[in-house]
Structure formats: structure tokens, C-alpha cells
């Protein structure tokens, strides 16, 4: 996972360039690198890359769209895994 970080970074920073702010593709990305940083409980990392996702899945497929409401589950996953982090007894 540690090697994966600076690869998902250049490459939303290849595709912002390459694809413009609002592509679908850049969005999955995004996401995909959500996910990585959720896995690695770094739910403040990863709170807004997912929101950015969802918010171009909704422009650009509609909000019935898998992919929107594959970030809108990932959305709450987030939320939910840093909700429980923060339970006392919980690392």
C-alpha cells in the first residue's frame, strides 16, 4: 500500500492535466484512491477525494449511474469506519 500512495497521486495528477477536473476517468481514480486510504484508516484523506468523485459521477453519468452509487457507499463507509475509530476501547 505504501508504494500505491505516490502512484494514485501522480496519476490524478496526470489524468487533472491530461483529462480536465470533471472526467468520469479522473473520478475513478479519485475513488479508487479513496478506497486505498480508507483500507489504510486514513478517513480524513480520503473524506475528500471521494466527495470530488461523487460529485462528477452525478454530473457526468446521473445519479443512478453505478459508478455514483458506488462512491455514495464508499461515502458511507467512511463516515462510518471513522465514526466507530472513535469509540473509546477502539484504536
Known amino acids: ?20 477536473p470533471n472526467h ?5 481514480l479519485l475513488n479508487n484512491f479513496a478506497k486505498l486510504l480508507c483500507t489504510r484508516r ?7 477525494l471521494v466527495r ?3 460529485k462528477n459521477f452525478e454530473a457526468k453519468l446521473g445519479a443512478n449511474h ?3 452509487k458506488y462512491a ?3 461515502m458511507v463507509d467512511i463516515e462510518a ?3 466507530s475509530t472513535k469509540r473509546p476501547g477502539r484504536r
Do not use: M, Q
Open 81 to 83: 469506519c471513522s465514526l
Open 66 to 68: 453505478a459508478y455514483t
Open 72 to 74: 455514495r457507499v464508499l
Open 42 to 48: 486514513k478517513y480524513a484523506e480520503a473524506r475528500p
Open 24 to 28: 468520469p476517468d479522473l473520478a475513478t
Open 1 to 20: 500500500y505504501d508504494e500505491a500512495e505516490p502512484l494514485f497521486k501522480r496519476a490524478i495528477a496526470i489524468g487533472e492535466k491530461s483529462l480536465g
Open 52 to 54: 470530488r468523485a461523487l
